[in-house]
């Protein structure tokens, strides 16, 4: 498996079709989150306040345009009970794969964003 260390930037060409998307500031690290949407897999550990964290598997289905959408299938501590998904846009996909490399280099931990979780477990707030 390939470590967060070992990701190669992404084709040019892949990077120009999704970097409208995102602000000047996440560039940088965008041809790197596409590689790793381009895994199709992630395996990390869901960081909880004050106690162990729970360890995860994530699988997604990968496609290439950032207007299609992607689901992902996350798994909590290798309990079938523990199984989530969610239905989201590749381009806000990748945006939560930018922060999951972000946090990977503050903490040498891989896990999600904690707006990820809210809207796997369908605990965003709803606009009125």
């Known amino acids: ?18 970097q409208p998307y995102y602000h ?3 560039h940088k690290i965008l041809p790197y989150a596409i590689s790793l949407y381009s895994q199709g897999h992630l395996e990390g ?24 959408i992607t ?8 309990q079938a009970e523990l199984s989530y998904e ?5 381009a806000e996909f990748i945006d939560y794969m ?3 490399l972000k946090i990977y280099q503050e903490g040498q931990i891989v896990d999600f ?8 477990l369908h605990c965003e707030e709803s606009a009125s």
């Open 86 to 90: 969610i239905t989201i846009l590749n």
């Open 45 to 68: 550990t869901r960081r909880i306040e004050g106690g162990k964290g729970i360890p995860f598997v994530a699988s997604w289905y990968v496609s290439k345009l950032p207007s299609e």
């Open 24 to 26: 000047k500031d996440k």
């Open 1 to 18: 498996m390939t470590t967060l260390e070992d990701i190669q930037p992404a084709p040019k060409g892949e990077i120009m079709i999704y």
């Open 71 to 78: 689901r992902c299938r996350i798994q909590f501590d290798g």
């Open 113 to 120: 964003p904690q707006g990820f979780y809210r809207k796997l």
């Open 98 to 100: 930018i922060s999951v």
